[in-house]
């Protein structure tokens, strides 16, 4: 748990404005009880930008720790995890992604449970990249 506090730079000076924020940072919870499995994925759009973020969804069970993502000739695909949701068993991860070519493209998407060990089975979703 940590308190940021604001400070705004005025007249040459840092002057603290009174407004915090509580901030809590831990590991995403495991359920090791529920079996790691990868359910959908899917894109907030069927089309996006080239160099341009555009936003995934990923549905998974609650024992699934990571994902990555690859294109449809097995080259990792960089994203990030902008937040999850859990409901009951099922988690739905938020990714951002970009790629740097335009075209029909297709991705797949792996979980891993809790030791790091990648899921036989993916998600795959398309979307067409643009200028």
Known sequence: NRIFGLKAYQNGQWVTTGLSQNVTVSNMP?????????????????????????????????????????????????????????????????????????????FSFQGADANGNWLPMSAECSITITK
């Open 30 to 106: 495991i359920d090791s009880q529920v079996d790691p499995y990868i359910y959908e994925a899917d894109f907030a759009s069927g089309q996006a930008k080239v160099n341009e973020p555009f936003t995934a969804t990923v549905v998974t069970s609650t024992s699934v720790d990571k994902l990555k993502v690859t294109n449809e000739r097995g080259k990792f695909v960089s994203s990030n995890v902008v937040g999850y949701v859990d409901e009951g068993d099922k988690r739905t991860w938020t990714l951002e992604l970009s790629v740097g070519s335009i075209g029909f493209r297709v």
